[in-house]
C-alpha cells in the first residue's frame, strides 16, 4: 500500500528555518513526481512545491526564492528546505504523489502542521 508519512513540521519564529521530510513507501518513487501542498485555516489547499522524475523544482510565487525542494531516490524520500519563514506560511504542509495518469496529487500524507510566529 502506498503510504506517505510527513514530519519535520513545528514551531518556528518569524525569519526561521525548518525542514520537512516525507518518506514514502508502497510504490516506485523514482518513477513519480512529487508535490508539497498546504492549507490554512479557512483558505484553499495551496500547492507550494513540486519536484519532478528528473529533478526538476516548481514553485508558487509565494514562496519561490525562500524554498527548496529535493529528493532522495535512494532514500524514497522528499523534502522542502523553508527559509525566511513568514506567519503567512502557517498551514498543514503535506506530501502528496503526482499520478501518472494526469498528474494531480492521488495520495496523500496525513500532514505536518508548520506555526510561524513573531
Known amino acids: 500500500q502506498v503510504q506517505l508519512v510527513e514530519s519535520g513540521g513545528g514551531l518556528v519564529q518569524t525569519g526561521g528555518s525548518l525542514r520537512l521530510s516525507c518518506v514514502a513507501s508502497?510504490?516506485?518513487?523514482?518513477?513519480?513526481?512529487m508535490s508539497w501542498i498546504r492549507q490554512a485555516p479557512g483558505k484553499e489547499r495551496e500547492l507550494v512545491a513540486s519536484i519532478g522524475i528528473g529533478g526538476g523544482e516548481g514553485y508558487s510565487e509565494a514562496v519561490q526564492s525562500r524554498f527548496t525542494v529535493s529528493r532522495d531516490n535512494a532514500a524514497n524520500s522528499v523534502y522542502l528546505l523553508m527559509n525566511d519563514l513568514k506567519p503567512e506560511d502557517t498551514g498543514v504542509y503535506y506530501c502528496?504523489?503526482?499520478?501518472?495518469?494526469?498528474?494531480?496529487?492521488?495520495?496523500w500524507g496525513q500532514g505536518t502542521h508548520v506555526t510561524v510566529y513573531s
Open positions: 508502497g510504490f516506485p518513487f523514482r518513477d513519480y513526481s
Open positions: 502528496a504523489r503526482q499520478g501518472s495518469l494526469n498528474g494531480h496529487p492521488d495520495y
